[in-house]
């Protein structure tokens, strides 16, 4: 059962609220509703539930990943393929140094994939998840996890130099001051990392794959960013945006009835990385839903 929304909240990037009729486009699923803050580009949900009740679905492993899928993709090879691609794209961001002396953050991290990988090319590792089966089971293999949101409390005495956030930044209840929270936990120069959606610039003629594939999921994703307010986002977190890679979702939304039709279904999963991060970063983007990769510097 749907619980009852709670909260009229404005808009959490620029904090307007718009007037009754006034918004653009929305997206109704499960009884909720997104609506557009035309001034920034922000698709956001209101009313929306409590906090208390949006952290509660993840405590309580009933998310849209549950735990044991989390746990699978750890022997996915789309998964470790993704993870070594994030790596990739953040690697020359990071100062040269030994390795065991670059720390990184995965918030959100997941059954731990992406610090696995990290971990074996010398990074010193840490995770941030509050489904309580995925930290233990990231505990169990030696990668350092609290299960609580990040906070000043958060690894006392540690700094990171990057922190990484892959699909998470939809979650978020609020998501400026998340991304504040992380620069406070950045060592002076330290990078963040964040993958999302471009939903909020995606064009409504495109909204039918999206419903047909993944959904919206309301209201679990809180608020869909685009480009333009990502990067305000960033930036009124304290950030300098450095690099924005952009990944259409079209080929790897399609591919598979295509590879079907073509009696070529069973290459499907092994073909995902290629359609989503290879074919998808040289097809057609304007309006189209993309996979956005933005590293950014913590301001000093």
């Given at each position: 059962m749907?619980?009852e929304?709670?909260?009229d909240?404005?808009?959490?990037?620029c904090?307007?609220?718009?007037?009754?009729?006034?918004?653009?486009?929305?997206?109704?699923?499960n009884?909720y509703?997104a609506?557009?803050?035309e001034?920034?580009?922000?698709?956001?949900?209101?009313?929306?539930?409590?906090?208390?009740?949006?952290?509660?679905?993840y405590?309580h492993d009933?998310?849209q990943?549950?735990?044991?899928?989390?746990?699978a993709?750890?022997?996915?090879?789309?998964?470790?393929a993704?993870?070594?691609?994030?790596?990739?794209?953040?690697r020359?961001?990071?100062?040269?140094r030994?390795p065991?002396?670059l720390r990184v953050?995965?918030v959100?991290?997941g059954?731990?994939?992406l610090?696995?990988?990290?971990?074996?090319?010398?990074?010193?590792v840490?995770?941030?998840e509050?489904?309580?089966?995925?930290a233990?089971?990231?505990?169990?293999?030696?990668i350092?996890?609290?299960?609580a949101?990040?906070g000043?409390?958060?690894f006392?005495?540690?700094?990171?130099?990057?922190?990484v956030?892959?699909?998470?930044l939809?979650?978020?209840?609020d998501?400026?001051?998340?991304?504040?929270?992380?620069?406070?936990?950045?060592?002076?120069?330290?990078?963040?990392?964040?993958?999302?959606?471009?939903f909020a610039?995606?064009?409504?003629r495109?909204?039918?794959?999206?419903?047909?594939?993944?959904?919206?999921?309301?209201p679990?994703?809180?608020?869909?960013?685009?480009?333009?307010s990502?990067t305000?986002?960033v930036?009124?977190?304290?950030?300098?945006?450095?690099?924005?890679?952009?990944?259409?979702?079209?080929?790897?939304k399609?591919?598979p009835?295509?590879l079907?039709a073509?009696?070529?279904?069973?290459?499907?999963?092994?073909?995902?990385?290629?359609l989503?991060?290879?074919?998808g970063?040289?097809?057609?983007?304007r309006?189209?839903?993309?996979?956005?990769?933005?590293?950014?510097?913590?301001?000093e």
């Amino acid at each position: 059962m749907v619980p009852e929304p709670t909260r009229d909240v404005g808009c959490p990037l620029c904090g307007r609220v718009p007037e009754p009729g006034a918004r653009g486009t929305t997206i109704e699923e499960n009884g909720y509703t997104a609506g557009r803050c035309e001034p920034c580009g922000l698709l956001f949900v209101s009313p929306r539930p409590s906090e208390r009740e949006v952290l509660a679905v993840y405590e309580h492993d009933a998310s849209q990943t549950a735990a044991r899928v989390h746990v699978a993709k750890t022997r996915d090879p789309f998964a470790v393929a993704h993870a070594r691609h994030l790596l990739g794209l953040l690697r020359p961001h990071l100062p040269p140094r030994p390795p065991g002396t670059l720390r990184v953050l995965e918030v959100g991290a997941g059954g731990g994939v992406l610090l696995a990988e990290a971990r074996s090319v010398g990074l010193d590792v840490a995770a941030i998840e509050p489904n309580p089966v995925l930290a233990a089971f990231m505990a169990d293999r030696g990668i350092a996890c609290e299960a609580a949101p990040l906070g000043p409390g958060s690894f006392p005495g540690l700094e990171f130099d990057a922190i990484v956030h892959c699909n998470v930044l939809s979650h978020f209840d609020d998501p400026l001051a998340s991304l504040v929270a992380m620069a406070s936990r950045l060592a002076p120069g330290g990078l963040m990392m964040v993958e999302t959606g471009n939903f909020a610039d995606t064009d409504p003629r495109f909204h039918a794959i999206i419903r047909a594939t993944e959904r919206f999921q309301l209201p679990e994703h809180l608020t869909f960013f685009g480009e333009r307010s990502l990067t305000a986002l960033v930036r009124a977190a304290g950030f300098e945006p450095l690099a924005c890679h952009r990944y259409s979702r079209v080929p790897e939304k399609l591919g598979p009835s295509v590879l079907r039709a073509i009696g070529l279904g069973g290459l499907t999963n092994r073909l995902r990385f290629w359609l989503k991060y290879r074919l998808g970063a040289w097809f057609p983007k304007r309006g189209r839903p993309l996979s956005l990769v933005l590293v950014a510097r913590r301001i000093e």
